[in-house]
Structures are given as C-alpha cells and as structure tokens.
C-alpha cells in the first residue's frame, strides 16, 4: 500500500501521538497548530493505566521518567490549616492508583517529549489553522488560513474541547457536543512559597469553591481557584480579557481564609494565568468518512476524571492502529477505531455523582460535613483498601495490541 497522506490538526497530546505512530508506519504526516510556537505550558496531568501502556509501546516512558512531579499525595486543611484528611499515593506500580496517581507530569514537560519524539519524522507547521476543507471519495481538500491548498488522504481533528473541526464536520442540526458541568477553573504559576511541599492541598470554602495548590518544582508551585455555578452568564468567563478574569477571580475568593490572600496576590505577577469551563464532549459519531476526531475534539472527559491525557494517548495508539490495518479503506478504519474505543471512553467519562455533590459545598455546614466525610475515609484508610481490591486497569478495558504500528518500534514488545 501507498504511505497515506495524513493532516492532523492541533499539536498538543493527541496530534503528536498519532504523528509518532503514522510517521513510525512510513506514512506522511503534517501537523497543524494554531498558536505560534509548540503550545508546551498548562498545569499537571495524569497519566494512568491503559496511557502508561501505551507510552512504554512508544519506548518513551525514560523520557517522562525524567521529568515526572514528585507529589506525595493529598491531603485537605480548613481555614486555620488544620489538616482532616491525607490520602498518600501508592508508587510502588501495584495495585490501583489514588488521587494522585504514580505518573504525574507537567504538560508542557509531556508535549516536549511528544515534539521531540517526532519532529524529524513529520512536518509541524505552526501558526496556521484549517479555514475550510471538502471531501469526496478519494480524499479532502484542506485550506489552511494562509490560503495554501493542498489534498490528504484523512483529516484529523485534534484540535482540543473547543473543536473547529468538529464544528465543521458535524451537522448545523447536531446537538450540543458540550455538556456543561458548571464548573470553572483558573490556574496560575506562582514562586514556591516557605510551606509549599510535594503533598498538594486542597481547601473548600462555602459558597462552591475551592482552592488547590500543587509544587511542581524546587522554584514554583500552581494553584488553582474552582467554582461551581450554574448559571449561564459565567460561560463567557473564558472569553473574557485576562485582566477581567483575573478580577473575577479574585473578587469571588477575597475573604477566603487559609492561604488564599497569598494566591490573589500571586494571581497579578503570573505569565501564566488560565481559565477555563470544565466540560466533556460527547457526540454520537467521531468521523465523517476521511474526517475524524481525535482526543479532546472527539471526547473530552474532563479534567475531574482525571483521564484527558490517557484517553487521548490510548486514542492516539488506537486510531494509528485500526489506520494501518485498513489502509486500503479509511472509513472502515475509522468506524473500527470507534467501535474498540468507545467503550473505554464511556468507562472513563463516568463521574461520581455522589463526589461531585459533596466536593462543592454551598455552605459552611456541607464543609464541615465533607471534612468528618474525608477524615472518616482517611481514619479507616478505606481509599487504600478500596485501591487493593480493585483492578489497575480501570474499568478493566484491555488495549489491544497492534502489531501493525508496534512492529515499528523495537522496544515497544517490552
Ligand atoms: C494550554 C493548555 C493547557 C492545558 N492545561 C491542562 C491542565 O492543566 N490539566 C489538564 O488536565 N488538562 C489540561 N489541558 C488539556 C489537556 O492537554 C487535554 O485534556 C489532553 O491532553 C488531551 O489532549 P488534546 O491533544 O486532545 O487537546 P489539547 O491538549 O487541548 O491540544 C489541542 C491543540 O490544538 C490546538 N488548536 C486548537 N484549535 C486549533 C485550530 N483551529 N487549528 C490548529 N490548532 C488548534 C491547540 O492550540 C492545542 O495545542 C490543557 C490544554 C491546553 C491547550
Ligand atoms: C500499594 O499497593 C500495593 C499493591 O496493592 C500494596 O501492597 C501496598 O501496601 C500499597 N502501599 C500503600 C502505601 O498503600
Ligand atoms: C500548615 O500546616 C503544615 C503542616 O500540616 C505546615 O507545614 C505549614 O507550615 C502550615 N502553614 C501555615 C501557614 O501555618
């Protein structure tokens, strides 16, 4: 068969990794980013599970080695930072993983290591987006927002939650993509402060909102502010000028107590602000003949599960796979790689209902309740118990093993 002629849109997790896989199979592949340069900058990720499989197949699990945050684990103060509950992380590779997981990295570390991985073998562009595309049997025609035109054999969209691609490809008639969960989230870089150590912390304060701060560095540590609301005003919170948001932000935390005044005051020093609404996407179908989805664009868990690297990662591994098997007839490919993935993504965009309720207290009086609740679990160690029943891989989903795109790389057998 012909090398196939593949365009990905988006450079971030999900982009490369399929980039690493085509370009591995001899197949010609471009990616398209928006932003100027590598987008290699937000907070900490997880990677769990079937995603750590699939980094060790890619031989790059070294190179995240290198770079993985050392967090030790959780553990929730109140106002006077008095400590209720502290969950620890199991790192021994055993067993199930806790709140916080045993491969923890930066993203911007990760998204290096995907651009190192793969920039000799695939043509990056940066700077440009997709304006248009049209397809018929044999391929889609793509132009790009400098007006270049050129033809592919497959589309790929995996251009984050907020999808132009998937915009395009589906009908104008489709139902909303986004579930809104109503909750929003900033985030910001700021210097390691004397108490700062590996364990992250969380506080809850009335009225929905939360303050998370986790040390990723001998230098810095992040922080990030949380609020429930439902209303629908607040969803153009992220469209919003920064300086707007960051008066928002700190409008809705002053008068917190603990560490909170020390967070506001860091908030207007950063580079490194960002905010955003937390949402899944879920839609019925992930391709359109030699257009499809990938990551985020295709089914966003939400950063609350924890799962967004991973299943972009496993998609990735994937979609490469079912693409190398049927070469010779891309949409088949494509309904594959739907029908052996969704149900891992069902699995992990699952939310604990019960966690989600109690996690945004409204008032006082659901703090305190959800500090006796978590000092309860942590007396009786139930989390541990709980992870040394349960399987490692979660919902027990098996990746499946592709000789097509492993066979390229020697140590990914190991
Ligand atoms: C700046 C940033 C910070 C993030 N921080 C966190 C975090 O702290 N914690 C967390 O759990 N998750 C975070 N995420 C999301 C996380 O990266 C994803 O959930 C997960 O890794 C899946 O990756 P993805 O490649 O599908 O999407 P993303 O990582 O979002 O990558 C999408 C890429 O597509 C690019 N893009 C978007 N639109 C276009 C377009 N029209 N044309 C070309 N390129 C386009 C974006 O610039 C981005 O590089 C962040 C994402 C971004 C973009
Ligand atoms: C980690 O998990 C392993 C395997 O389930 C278990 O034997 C060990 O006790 C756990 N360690 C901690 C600190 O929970
Ligand atoms: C909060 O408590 C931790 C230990 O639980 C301690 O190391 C830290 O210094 C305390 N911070 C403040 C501001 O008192």
Not at 86 to 112: C, H, P
Not at 375 to 380: C, D, M, T
Request: glycine share 8%.
């Amino acid at each position: 068969m012909p090398p196939l002629k593949v365009l990905i849109v988006g450079g971030g997790c999900a982009g490369p990794c399929l980039a690493f896989w085509l370009a591995r199979s001899g197949h010609e592949v471009t990616v398209v980013e928006r932003f100027p340069a590598l987008r290699a900058s937000g907070a900490q990720v997880d990677i769990r599970a079937q995603g750590i499989q699939v980094l060790k197949r890619m031989g790059l699990m070294d190179a995240v080695r290198r770079e993985l945050v050392d967090e030790a684990g959780v553990s929730l103060v109140d106002d006077d930072n008095k400590s209720w509950a502290t969950f620890m992380a199991n790192k021994t590779g055993k067993g199930a993983q806790s709140a916080t997981s045993e491969y923890e990295i930066m993203r911007g570390d990760l998204v290096n290591i995907f651009h190192a991985a793969t920039k000799n073998s695939v043509r990056y562009i940066f700077g440009r987006s997709v304006e248009d595309f049209e397809q018929d049997e044999s391929g889609v025609t793509v132009r790009l927002s400098d007006k270049t035109t050129a033809r592919y054999d497959l589309l790929v969209g995996a251009d984050g939650q907020g999808s132009r691609i998937r915009k395009a490809m589906l009908p104008s008639d489709a139902p909303d993509p986004v579930r809104h969960l109503g909750l929003y989230m900033a985030y910001w870089f700021l210097p390691r402060g004397g108490d700062d150590s590996n364990m992250r912390k969380m506080y809850h304060l009335p009225g929905s909102r939360m303050i998370m701060r986790r040390t990723h560095s001998p230098a810095e540590s992040h922080v990030y502010f949380a609020l429930k609301d439902d209303s629908p005003e607040l969803r153009s919170l992220p469209k919003r000028t920064i300086d707007s948001q960051k008066h928002f932000w700190a409008a809705k935390f002053s008068g917190g107590r603990w560490e909170t005044q020390r967070f506001i005051d860091s908030m207007h020093d950063t580079s490194n602000f960002y905010c955003q609404e937390i949402v899944q996407v879920r839609i019925e179908t992930w391709s359109k003949d030699r257009v499809v989805l990938l990551g985020d664009a295709a089914h966003c868990p939400s950063p609350l599960t924890a799962m967004g690297t991973t299943g972009a990662i496993t998609a990735a591994y994937v979609l490469a796979g079912e693409l190398n098997r049927h070469s010779h007839d891309i949409p088949l490919a494509l309904r594959n790689y739907e029908k052996t993935l969704r149900p891992f993504i069902d699995e992990i965009q699952k939310m604990n209902g019960f966690f989600w309720r109690i996690f945004y207290p409204r008032t006082k009086w659901g703090v305190f309740i959800l500090h006796c609740f978590v000092g309860f679990l942590s007396f009786f160690k139930i989390p541990y118990l709980f992870a040394r029943f349960s399987r490692e891989e979660r919902g027990g989903w098996v990746l499946p093993m592709y000789d097509e795109v492993d066979k390229s790389v020697p140590e990914a057998k190991a």
